[in-house]
């Protein structure tokens, strides 16, 4: 049955979920840091417990509201959890910009979301949790045909991106002695592959590895004592990649196919 919206109307509303679904991933990010559920206890206060009321849920605004204090403890809140909710939203109004309410459109909010979960854990703790990118991974694989790319694309793709960071991954172990990426990485490019393609993979990696250099510079300037052995998260850059050729798919690939 077709569903007649205005596309504005639609628009104001993915808006307006996308924030809300930020306020969901940021307990996710922050409740698998701490080995907590995501279901219990309620929305609290990380320093002191306070149960926050549902003015002190609203996303973004409440952060607006309590100056970025917590209105029990006085504590500092943590800025992150705005910019997640912003991003959030404008993934959520871009993919319906672009897409309309259909199922591609749902498809990749919820890929959105994981992106963004998986990003901010990463960035956090250098991990990117197999409790998201393998279950990603195994959905990726099953709503491909959705975004009318062919299984044989989708696998190739998962096999192409996984198979690149294999080979850096032992490459560097083997020149340097020590582990440079972590699987985290290799299983996070299955899921991306799966879900875009093959044809996804070249940008997704060039896009990656450019977006990390220019980071990997602020990294050694805020910490140089470890030097080139220095940590960066690579996962936030991949999805970015990912997410960027989701938006501008048909103008990427004109410029290598």
Request: charged share 10%; with cysteine; hydrophobic share 50%.
């Amino acid at each position: 049955m077709d569903i007649n919206i205005s596309p504005l109307i639609f628009r104001i509303f993915s808006l307006i979920l996308g924030l809300c679904l930020g306020s969901f991933y940021n307990v996710c990010i922050h409740r698998y840091l701490w080995g907590e559920s995501i279901v219990s206890p309620p929305s609290h206060c990380p320093k002191c417990g306070h149960r926050l009321s549902w003015w002190e849920n609203i996303p973004v605004v409440s952060f607006i509201i309590l100056r970025g204090k917590c209105h029990a403890c006085g504590e500092d809140i943590s800025p992150l959890y705005p910019i997640v909710e912003i991003i959030s939203g404008i993934w959520s109004l871009s993919i319906a910009w672009k897409f309309g309410l259909s199922v591609p459109y749902l498809i990749y909010l919820i890929f959105g979301g994981l992106f963004i979960i998986m990003s901010f854990i990463d960035f956090i703790s250098y991990i990117l949790p197999d409790i998201i990118t393998i279950p990603g991974a195994i959905l990726a694989f099953a709503v491909s045909h959705f975004l009318d790319i062919s299984f044989i694309e989708s696998a190739l793709g998962a096999i192409m991106g996984a198979g690149i960071f294999f080979i850096i991954q032992k490459l560097y172990k083997g020149l340097r002695g020590i582990e440079g990426m972590g699987g985290g990485d290799i299983k996070l490019m299955i899921l991306i592959g799966a879900l875009l393609g093959v044809y996804a993979i070249p940008f997704v990696v060039f896009f990656g590895a450019l977006t990390g250099l220019l980071a990997s510079i602020i990294y050694l300037i805020k910490d140089s004592s470890e030097g080139m052995s220095t940590k960066i998260p690579f996962g936030p850059f991949l999805c970015m990649g990912a997410m960027t050729f989701i938006l501008f798919k048909d103008a990427i690939l004109k410029l290598y196919t």
